[in-house]
């Protein structure tokens, strides 16, 4: 079936460095979504992105986050500066537009380890 | 605000074993409910859903009830395979497309030959 690929699949990084997690969603899909799972925990909704604009963002989207969609290339979380508290999964879906959840496809994630 | 809860952190049965997750919800209205599953190295994928009460959701032997009354979205399967091993998520919708997703924190299923 169709694929969300996500890359790298494991990023360890130091605290206050730049982080950007790629995210290539199925071809003909329009909206794009970023989900934080802290271990042990919930995952959690954090952004949705269409037609190169934020939609709709979480109080887990902090002012450190970025996302943003460079001409149809991948889609990107871009976290600047890393704290601790982002140490997660951040897991990568797409879907199409006007379509309830049953279209969303995720990716396999990126485990973010911020030290 | 919304909430999904699943009891069960870890379930571990035998092939052939009768499974049962529960989930609960909380919110006001009627949220669609949904299954994902979610095998190791990938990312969750939609099972099925049900968007109002006593709807049957189901898929691949596994089927869920709304029920509104208990507020419960229960995952059933009657025989479950080895190959069922995986992480279980129940989920409801929200937003105004009803495209955003509460999360329960996942039941794994682990299922001995």
């Known amino acids: 079936g169709p694929k969300v690929l996500q890359i790298p699949s494991h990023q360890i990084i130091d605290m206050g460095q730049m982080v950007t997690l790629n995210c290539d969603p199925v071809s003909n899909h329009l909206y794009f979504y970023w989900y934080k799972q802290i271990l042990g925990q919930q995952m959690e909704f954090l952004v949705n992105f269409y037609n190169g604009k934020v939609m709709e963002k979480s109080k887990l989207f902090k002012d450190q986050f970025s996302v943003e969609r460079p001409d149809g290339s991948y889609f990107t979380l871009k976290i600047q500066p890393t704290a601790l508290e982002d140490s997660a999964v951040y897991f990568c879906?797409?879907?199409?537009?006007?379509?309830?959840?049953?279209?969303?496809?995720f990716g396999s994630g990126t485990r973010l380890t911020v030290l | 605000g919304d909430s999904v809860t699943q009891t069960e952190g870890q379930v571990a049965l035998s092939e052939e074993d009768f499974l049962t997750i529960h989930c609960n919800y909380s919110a006001s209205g009627y949220p669609a409910l949904f299954w994902y599953v979610q095998y190791p190295g990938e990312g969750p994928q939609f099972l099925f859903r049900a968007s109002r009460d006593k709807e049957k959701g189901s898929s691949r032997g596994f089927e869920a009830t709304y029920d509104k009354g208990t507020t419960s979205f229960h995952l059933r399967k009657a025989s479950v395979q080895e190959s069922d091993s995986a992480v279980y998520y129940c989920a409801l919708g929200y937003g105004s497309s009803g495209n955003k997703l509460i999360f329960g924190i996942g039941t794994l299923l682990s299922v001995k030959p």
């Open positions: 879906a797409s879907s199409l537009p006007g379509e309830g959840a049953e279209t969303l496809y």
